[in-house]
């Protein structure tokens, strides 16, 4: 009998016979939790036969993997469309993809609410203790257009897989049979915990033009425990959503005249921008940026240079007035590099780094909507700095310094760097510059292990016209996002003739660097939020304290103090209403101002306050001048823990 040899991931290796199973495989290694595995370097059934000639790297996943977890969710869509087509059997299932967090499947012609969610978990029960395999089959077009003859939605995609001259294959468990690529687990019975979390709406294909559909979030774990926990896990995420706090805290709102995706700041929320948008231009032209204000719009000839025309038109805005077209901008590069090119550079003169907190304009599908962090206008701390090709190397270092300092004084220490680099084989996508690619990457590199960065290395993720730094965190869902990036261009100074004198005395061009530092302001107060579940440090809260008067006679003179510290720089109110004074309290503290201080008799014969922390930290009684200088201090050195 014929073997395979299998090379194991811990380096050592193993001969099977030929159409030996993973399953059979992990169960003669002991494996345990084992949900699918990874054939040289693609995930596929435990219970696929392997055949193979030449030596094979396997890798066995358990849900702790990405691959085994897919596949896991994946096989809990199938489940549950076949509880909600028993129980709905005029429902269409559509398609049903694992997500960043569980899975949905949509169904055309199915009505469903909230409230049909507990008898369809019963429904998934019983398949679940029916333990039925997956079991894979290949099938022709023809047997598909029989299998599929009352669900439209699986013939057109089994014509489009064919067509594509794939293999076509559906996954059976018990009598539900669905049109499927797969990969899936063996059996349902390894899914131990599954819940329906919510209903939204969807069209076909992701275009508005099709019909709309009824799209089923689920989410599942192999243990019960683990469903506890992510339940848990997700109340906890709740108490942080910066939607839901930016309306308790009165920071912004959207409204339904103005639309979506475009969010009005309140006055509180206002000054949180503020107080982002002053740190970060004054700690900018500290390190030598030049501030520009230039127009949030322009003619589309414009974007028709910097190749955004082309690119990106359908999410521009672009209207037509008088002979003109115009668009409101989506980047702020080709507006700054007008200021570049107004005159002549020297190699002396470089680098310039020019600065524009600037609004940009991007239309996104109503779907990506989402609070301050997905929206249709919003403000860049953008940058552009134009300098020689031996500058990059310090300019780039100087910008990683600057996005540390920021994230510091932010607060925000979860964060790391994606790496994105081209890939020479892929010639269409990038600019042919094959030397300055390799030198800008080679110098990133270094740079970024110098600075012993956390990263993560992707290929073939750069811009077409240059490779790229990008900046990710996390939201309180543990959905990875890009907060900003940090970009080198190849291509601008060609373009837009940004070029300088060399010592040479010859014209030459220049290397762009976009970046930014703080990113947008809307999405960094939606980041600050969540960080900070609303509890802004001292230096950013947008009251940072509230002076609470005892009775009607000491309102005068509270509000004198008041005056004072506002003159000082401190962002105070003061509670005259007649309630209570521990209601009050209880009030600020609900607000999250940072020092609540308590106004009557003894306070106002010594000019003084009684002062707690939002925390329940009594200060005690304390002359107003005194107080004023400690908060000053600490507005100052923006303290976080104030
Ligand atoms: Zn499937
Ligand atoms: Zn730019």
Known sequence: MSTITLLLPDGTKKEVPQGSTGQEIAQQLGKKNILAIEVDGTVQDLMKPLESDKELNIK????????GKHAFWHSSAHV??????????????????????????????????????????EEIKKIIKANYEFKRNVIT???????????????????EYANDGKELTAYQDGDFIDLCEGPHIPRTGLIGAM???????????????????????????PDKKQLKQYLHDLQEALKRDHVRLGKKLDLFVVNEHVGQGLPLLTPRGTTLRRELYRFIQDEEIKRGYKYTNTPVLAKTELYKISGHLDHYREHMFIFKMGDDEFALRPMTCPHQYMIYTRKKHSYRD???????????????????????????QFSLADAHIICRNDQVREEFTNVIELIQFV????????????FSKWDPKNKDKYVDEPVLWEQTQTEMKQILDELKLEYVEA??????????????????YGKEDTMFTVQMDFVAAKRFGLTFINDKDKEEEAMVIHRSSIGCLERTMALLIEKYAGKFPLWMNPEQLRILTVADRFNAQAQTIAQRMRDAGIRVEVDTRTQSISKKVREAQLDYVNYICVFGEKEADKDSLTVRHRSNTILGMIHVDTFMAQVLKDIKNKTLDV
Request: aromatic letters at 14%; glycine letters at 6%; zero cysteines.
């Open 459 to 476: 290929e073939d993720e750069a811009a077409f016209y240059g490779p790229k730094l990008d900046i990710q965190m996390r939201n309180v």
């Open 141 to 159: 077009l023809d047997k598909a257009k029989r299998l599929f003859k009352d669900n439209k939605y699986k013939q057109e995609m089994a014509e």
């Open 80 to 121: 549950m469309a076949q509880a909600i087509t028993t129980l709905f059997p005029q429902a269409k299932p559509t398609i049903g993809p694992p997500v960043d967090q569980g899975f949905y499947y949509d169904f055309d012609n199915l009505e469903l609410s909230e409230e049909d969610f507990p008898k369809i978990e």
């Open 407 to 418: 994230m510091k004084t932010l607060g925000l220490a979860e964060y790391w760097y994606r």
């Open 350 to 376: 470089l680098p310039v780094r020019l600065a524009e907190i600037a609004d940009l304009f991007r239309y996104e599908a109503s779907g990506e909507l989402h609070g301050l962090i997905r929206i249709r």
């Open 60 to 67: 066995f996943l358990t849900f702790d993997d990405e691959g």
């Open 195 to 221: 819940k329906l979390m919510k209903i939204s709406g969807a069209y076909w294909r992701g275009d508005q033009k099709n019909t709309q559909l009824t799209r089923v979030y689920g989410i599942s774990f």
